[in-house]
Every structure is written in C-alpha cells, then in structure tokens.
C-alpha cells in the first residue's frame, strides 16, 4: 500500500459526460501529479501541483483541468469526453521540498476510465 | 525536451536466466534517473533512484547501474515473480519537478 488514495477505482462514462477523479496523497506529501497511461502509450505526465499551486504542466489538453485543495487532495476534472480518453488515470505524490529531491513518486491504484 | 527510450520493448526470460534491460536518456542536467515496477493494472512502485554516473543500487536480484546517456537495470536469476513491466525515469533540472517516463520493458520470466 503506497499511501496514495484514488477513487473511483472504475468509471464507465459516455462521450461528452464530464468526470473527477479524486485524489489522496500521501500524509505529509505536499506534492501531487496526475500522469495518464493508455494502451499504446506509457505514462504521460499531465501536471503537477505543489501545496495547493500548479508547479509544472505536461500535456494536459485543454478538457482537463486540474486542482489541489488546502487539505491537499487533489481532483482531476476531465470534461467533453472523446473515446480517446479512456485510459488509467494515475495519481502520484511525492516528499519533494524546494532544494531537495527524495527522488521517489508514491503511486496511487489508478482509476481506469472507459468511455463509450 | 526531456526524453527516454527503453530496450527491449518486451523480453522473455526462462527462470534462472540473467539479463539486462536498457534505459537510454536525454535530458538538460540530469536530477535523478529512477527506476519503478509496475504490475498489471497497479500503480509503478518504487525500485531505484540513481544520480550520477557510476552509480550502482542494489535489491535483491536487481541491479541498476548509470552512466552519462543510459542505465542498465541487471536482473540476475530471475524468478517469475520478477516479471512485471519496468520504468525508467529521468528528472531534468530545467523542467520543475515533472518526472519523464520511458514506455517501459514487459518482462516475463517462465518457470
């Protein structure tokens, strides 16, 4: 168990449904990424959040939108859903402090995204 | 842009079979080059981090060396429990904190 918590775990939607996925890092982590992982392509980074700020932004398309809340969750809205978006949504957090690389992402399950 | 590459793409071992699986990288001032597992249908896990050229990190049956373009994640004797797909990593100093992942080596280890 990574400590990371995401739900929900399935979601079966259809094209141009909007969903949010939730996220739960690790006590303590105060960073959070969201990565995407399809069949024909492996773990593409969307973006990442730090204390409640956006620190870095990967591909993210412009459907998607992300925040971090106070309490540190994190959700990841996914809007006009295309057949394209079906994939395993990963949520990651890390110790990452400013100066300092632990160097280790703690992995959530993942909630896998269908949509017909 | 930061990139990686892994070879092979996929690779079958027989128990008991040492081999090495490959993670070729470009990066503007390498922070870190990690290496994680993943399971099907589970989360990477965590194996190594390394930071600078020849380097070594050691678990069990795994190895993970590093030089200025590329690491090597040794797998000596292998048992099937091993196989599971690999991830190679890199943090660049001139991207934030974002982690780039290679597409990763599927491993399968027969009995």
């Known amino acids: 168990d990574s400590g990371v918590t995401q739900t929900p775990k399935h979601l079966i939607t259809a094209t141009g449904q909007r969903v949010t996925l939730r996220c739960s890092p690790r006590?303590?982590?105060?960073?959070v990424y969201w990565y995407q992982q399809s069949l024909d392509q492996g773990l593409q980074f969307l973006i990442q959040?730090?204390?409640?700020?956006?620190?870095a932004k990967g591909n993210i398309l412009e459907r998607f939108s992300a925040q971090q809340f106070p309490d540190l969750h994190s959700e990841l809205n996914l809007s006009s859903l295309e057949l394209g978006d079906s994939a395993l949504y990963f949520c990651?957090?890390?110790?990452?402090?400013?100066?300092?690389?632990?160097?280790?992402?703690?992995f959530g399950e993942g909630s896998r995204l269908t949509v017909l | 842009e930061d990139q990686v590459t892994q070879s092979p793409e996929a690779l079958r071992l027989q128990e008991g079979e040492s081999s090495s699986l490959n993670c070729s990288y470009t990066?503007?001032?390498?922070?870190?080059l990690f290496w994680y597992r993943q399971d099907p249908g589970k989360g990477p896990e965590f194996l190594f981090t390394?930071?600078?050229a020849g380097e070594e990190k050691e678990k069990e049956r795994l190895k993970a060396t590093l030089t200025k373009k590329e690491s090597f994640l040794h797998i000596t004797a292998p048992k099937p429990e091993d196989s599971a797909t690999y991830l190679c990593?890199?943090?660049?100093?001139?991207?934030?904190?974002?982690?780039?992942f290679g597409p990763g080596t599927r491993l399968s280890v027969l009995p």
């Open positions: 990593a890199v943090q660049g100093k001139n991207y934030g904190q974002n982690f780039v």
């Open positions: 990651a957090s890390s110790a990452f402090d400013r100066g300092r690389n632990t160097g280790e992402l703690f």
């Open positions: 006590s303590g982590d105060l960073s």
């Open positions: 959040y730090y204390n409640g700020e956006e620190r």
């Open positions: 390394l930071y600078s």
């Open positions: 990066v503007s001032g390498l922070r870190g």
